[in-house]
T-cell receptor, first 113, second 113 residues
Framework: GEQVEQLPSILRVQEGSSASINCSYEDSASNYFPWYKQEPGENPKLIIDIRSNMERKQIQELIVLLDKKAKRFSLHITDTQPGDSAMYFC????????????FGEGTKLTVSS | ETAVFQTPNYHVTQVGNEVSFNCKQT?????MYWYKQDSKKLLKIMFSYNNKQLIVNETVPRRFSPQSSDKAHLNLRIKSVEPEDSAVYLC????????????FGAGTRLSVL
């Protein structure tokens, strides 16, 4: 299968706290896992990604973790700000000529001040 | 700065009509995509092209037909639209395949009355 499951679909946190989004994938050949952020009225934009040769990656307040054995990966936003409020999508793909990027169902994050 | 250009931004039409959407990227990328984003924000891959060649053709109704004149252009034609075609159609490009960052256009919002 190629499905990517993402939870939760809705996440509300207080400013300054952490937010975590979890994804799981079916295709064991998947080796690339990006995260996209889509603000209201805007198009999705890449914020961070991780490849299968890594277990953890951090860019400022964004941390991604990858557990290949469990076929799960997650995004953690530390010290959330109101500007982090948006839709977040995880995705997965594998190498190969017919590869495609499959997106999770999305998480609507709201950070309240 | 926008580098993936989509026209039109909006299109309202009636059931049974034909519509065409255009997409152009100025990033020099080899791969282009059409994604459909529905009212629940789900992002579904429809087609991908690599250097004018069709690579991915998901299970979409036959009334959808992509066209690529060169690697910088990817259009989408829908013959005889149906109400369930109402969505935002997002064009994207990447350097080479889905394991590189996808850059999305602003989208074309289609409303079928």
């Amino acid at each position: 299968g190629e499905q990517v499951e993402q939870l939760p679909s809705i996440l509300r946190v207080q400013e300054g706290s952490s937010a975590s989004i979890n994804c799981s994938y079916e295709d064991s050949a998947s080796n690339y896992f990006p995260w996209y952020k889509q603000e209201p009225g805007e198009n999705p934009k890449l914020i961070i990604d991780i490849r299968s040769n890594m277990e953890r990656k951090q860019i400022q307040e964004l941390i991604v973790l990858l557990d290949k054995k469990a076929k799960r990966f997650s995004l953690h936003i530390t010290d959330t700000q109101p500007g982090d409020s948006a839709m977040y999508f995880c995705a997965a793909s594998h190498q190969g000529g017919s590869a495609k990027l499959i997106f999770g169902e999305g998480t609507k994050l709201t950070v309240s001040s | 700065e926008t580098a993936v250009f989509q026209t039109p931004n909006y299109h309202v039409t009636q059931v049974g009509n034909e519509v065409s959407f255009n997409c152009k990227q100025t990033l020099g990328h080899d791969t282009m995509y059409w994604y459909k984003q529905d009212s629940k924000k789900l992002l579904k891959i429809m087609f991908s092209y690599n250097n004018k060649q069709l690579i991915v053709n998901e299970t979409v109704p036959r009334r959808f037909s992509p066209q690529s004149s060169d690697k910088a252009h990817l259009n989408l034609r829908i013959k005889s639209v149906e109400p369930e075609d109402s969505a935002v159609y997002l064009c994207a490009s990447s350097l080479q395949g889905p394991q590189n960052t996808l850059y999305f256009g602003a989208g074309t919002r289609l409303s079928v009355l």
